[in-house]
């Protein structure tokens, strides 16, 4: 079967760094995404992992380990434009996406 | 390129009902995936399209079907609509099913009555 867990809430402070774990057990796997969604609208795509190690793209930065099954994406310096849902996804046989709940995160001044 | 788009935007049905969702690629994308995504949770896979065959679907009721155009447009068809079946409904396109180039589109926002 498929299981992705991610924390449900997180609250944080503008300027601050909050980091949003993953942990899966997925049937295959191709890689890991994380998108960010604002209410309402489309999921935006932020970050693809394949391979072990840290992947940074500004402020944003997610890092994969295989053998735990194990991801997070690490957000800095944060604003208050980056309150949003953050979801974790696993690509896996078929190129099918199988996602997390979600994490709530709230920025606050 | 114009991204993707999907109509309506939002929708009120009653119990019972038929309804026809429908995506526009984008341009040059020959796969598209549908999601439910209910309030709060993550979306959930519904069904796969790639050139115009369904080659691959989540756990859902047969009532949910679809349909891929030579476009590569496509709808998403739910009958004997349910309470549960209100949720937002999200279409990806991409190239030959490539999760890297997934686009989404802003989601048709249903409502059950």
């Known amino acids: 079967g498929q299981n992705i867990d991610q924390p449900t809430e997180m609250t944080a402070t503008e300027g601050a760094i909050v980091q949003i774990n993953c942990t899966y057990q997925t049937s295959g796997f191709n890689g890991l995404f994380w998108y960010q969604q604002h209410a309402g609208e489309a999921p935006t795509f932020l970050s693809y992992?394949?391979?072990?190690g840290l992947e940074e793209k500004g402020r944003f930065s997610s890092f994969l380990s295989r053998s735990k099954g194990y991801s997070y994406l690490l957000l800095k310096e944060l604003q208050m434009k980056d309150s949003a849902s953050y979801l974790c996804a696993v690509e896996a046989a078929g190129n099918k996406l199988t996602f997390g709940g979600g994490t709530r995160v709230l920025v606050k001044p | 390129e114009t991204g993707v788009t999907q109509s309506p935007t939002h929708l009120i049905k009653t119990r019972g009902q038929q309804v026809t969702l429908r995506c526009s690629s984008q341009?040059?994308?020959?796969?598209v995936s549908w999601y439910q995504q209910a309030l709060g949770q993550g979306p959930q896979f519904i069904f796969q399209y790639y050139r115009e065959e369904e080659n691959g679907r989540g756990n859902f009721p047969p009532r949910f079907s679809g349909l891929q155009f030579p476009n590569y447009s496509s709808e998403l068809n739910v009958n004997a609509l349910e309470l549960d079946d209100s949720a937002l409904y999200l279409c990806a396109s991409s190239f030959d099913g490539q999760g890297y180039g997934y686009t989404f589109g802003s989601g048709t926002r249903l409502t059950v009555v």
């Open positions: 992992n394949v391979l072990d």
């Open positions: 341009s040059g994308h020959n796969t």
